[in-house]
């Protein structure tokens, strides 16, 4: 018989702050592109609400995605918010358009982003603010620097990084303490696998975007069957292969829809076994 693989519900920052390890993801509650008003915002409220209703305490939203769109949809849905709410935001993304992303990493735009989104957020610190991406026009020192200069005035909690490799996550911890990197990884993307390792290795909280991703691998009998034999759906079995994987990491799933979410947050019921787990490796 084989041994289920279990997960810890919790994770911890190094000053004590505790968050569910699966959370949620609002950059869906934006329109198509990730640009502009969504559809329907009063739904993407009930969405929000919900997502607490259900045990959810991690929001992760950024400035850029609308842009300012998310983060003033979560204010007006959740502020004032209860305790123990983490709602991390990011910065250093400009967009030109829906689908357009360019990366700025310049001191003065960091600290302009910051500003935007406490105001929008309607608080005086982000308890976890994140770079979203390392600018190749700018020094990645330089960016950091800014950042840890923000936390020093007492505007940032704790500071993550997104989009990096293992040596440029390296580079910042020389320059501060980083909690959290959020980088692409899912059951069918494993190309952040060495900073994924990496995070495990140093305690370091893994915030895999794009988690749903199964591409193909929705077609693949092992994928099915392992679906089947849960009465899961295979994104389920795909978070729960996250939650199994590493105990650092933390899904984000997005949705606008109500049906959607309840599906996911079921992931946390579902116990894969060893083998099971070996299974889903080979894919």
């Not at 949809?73 to 209860?82: D, G, M």
């Not at 689908?99 to 976890?128: C, F, M, T, Y």
């Not at 190749?136 to 505007?155: A, C, F, H, R, W």
Request: one cysteine or more.
């Amino acid at each position: 018989m084989n041994r289920a693989t279990t997960f810890q519900t919790d994770f911890s920052f190094p000053d004590g702050l505790t968050i569910r390890r699966l959370g949620f993801g609002a950059m869906r509650l934006t329109g198509k592109g990730i640009w502009g008003e969504p559809r329907d915002r009063e739904q993407c409220k009930r969405v929000l609400q919900m997502a607490l209703d259900l045990g959810v305490n991690f929001i992760d939203t950024a400035d850029s995605y609308g842009p300012n769109v998310s983060e003033e949809i979560i204010a007006e849905t959740l502020h004032p918010y209860p305790d123990g709410l983490v709602i991390a935001t990011k910065g250093g993304l400009e967009r030109g358009g829906p689908d357009q992303w360019s990366p700025n990493g310049k001191p003065e735009h960091l600290r302009k982003a910051l500003e935007g989104s406490l105001k929008r957020l309607r608080v005086e610190r982000i308890d976890l603010y994140q770079f979203h991406m390392p600018d190749p026009n700018v020094p990645y020192e330089d960016s950091i620097g800014t950042l840890v200069d923000l936390q020093k005035e007492g505007k940032i909690r704790h500071l993550g990084v997104s989009n990096v490799s293992v040596a440029q996550l390296k580079q910042a911890r020389e320059l501060t303490t980083i909690v959290t990197v959020q980088n692409r990884y899912n059951l069918a993307d494993r190309s952040s696998e060495a900073v994924m390792e990496y995070c495990t290795k140093e305690g370091i909280g893994f915030i895999p975007w794009y988690p749903l991703n199964t591409g193909k691998l929705t077609e693949d009998d092992q994928l099915s069957q392992i679906a089947q034999k849960h009465n899961a759906e295979p994104s389920q079995i795909a978070l729960a292969w996250l939650l199994h994987r590493s105990p650092i990491m933390l899904p984000i799933p997005g949705t606008s829809s109500e049906e959607h979410l309840h599906e996911n947050m079921k992931a946390t019921d579902i116990e894969l076994s060893d083998e099971e787990m070996k299974e889903l490796e080979r894919l």
